[in-house]
């Protein structure tokens, strides 16, 4: 285990004790996101042909993982993929607006829910993109009534407050991968959990490389273009490999 690996397991093992977020912790929190390592924007970032390329193939409630390795923050996350988001279409959006507290986007963007620093609430495609690899997942089993029930979870998570302790137990705080892992509480996703205190976006990978996969990936895209298919699960598979 690193000292990074250390100090955030510490963390989440630790600091659930503290119900109440000190004033410091949000802005500090801020401040090292705000660290551009390398002075740029994601390399998918700026593209709309491979965000027109990524809207046609997706699905609502297909889930999001993406890399963004030029952000401080993203550096001291254990895990490849640094983010976890669910693509929710323009229809299932359009029904959310009302709660959304007005930071949809315009009607008729594709948008994305997410949580972030500020909080849980719906971002467009484009900015989801904003990163270096994205792949999108999708479960096979979300039909029916599965999906009714995912997606009536949505309304409970909007605006409620990140959480900066990350920590697993706390129903009024989330993190990006407690979001996901609350929504598709069916997905064994807590199972895959190398930390089993801490649900990570490469937990949500893991399920792409079970025996009887979980779930399918869609597309990915990085630096060799979209990737579809058997490809893109070995080429998820290299990444969680990486040390």
């Given at each position: 285990m690193t000292l990074r690996h250390a100090t955030l397991c510490a963390i989440a093992r630790n600091m659930p004790r503290m119900r109440a977020v000190p004033w410091f912790v949000p802005w500090v929190t801020n401040q090292l996101a705000r660290i551009n390592i390398g002075r740029r924007n994601g390399r998918l970032h700026g593209n709309p042909a491979g965000v027109a390329r990524l809207r046609a193939a997706l699905r609502p409630m297909d889930i999001l993982l993406t890399r963004s390795a030029f952000r401080f923050s993203d550096r001291v996350i254990p895990s490849f993929f640094t983010h976890a988001a669910v693509f929710v279409g323009d229809e299932v959006s359009s029904c959310l607006r009302p709660v959304s507290e007005g930071?949809?986007?315009p009607p008729g963007e594709a948008t994305v829910l997410e949580a972030v620093r500020t909080g849980v609430h719906?971002?467009?495609?484009?900015?989801?993109t904003d990163a270096d690899i994205l792949v999108a997942l999708r479960d096979p089993s979300?039909?029916?009534r599965r999906r009714d029930a995912v997606t009536r979870r949505i309304p409970g998570e909007l605006g409620k407050e990140y959480d900066f302790w990350l920590d697993e137990s706390d129903d009024e705080r989330i993190f990006c991968s407690k979001l996901v892992a609350r929504l598709y509480a069916h997905l064994p996703i807590e199972a895959a959990a190398e930390r089993p205190f801490l649900t990570l976006p490469d937990d949500i990978a893991r399920l792409?490389?079970?025996p009887d996969p979980a779930l399918s990936p869609v597309i990915l895209l990085g630096d060799d273009g979209p990737v579809r298919g058997q490809r893109a699960r070995q080429q998820v598979e290299a990444f969680l490999a990486q040390p």
């Open positions: 930071r949809t986007p719906l971002t467009t495609l484009e900015s989801a979300l039909v029916g792409v490389m079970a």
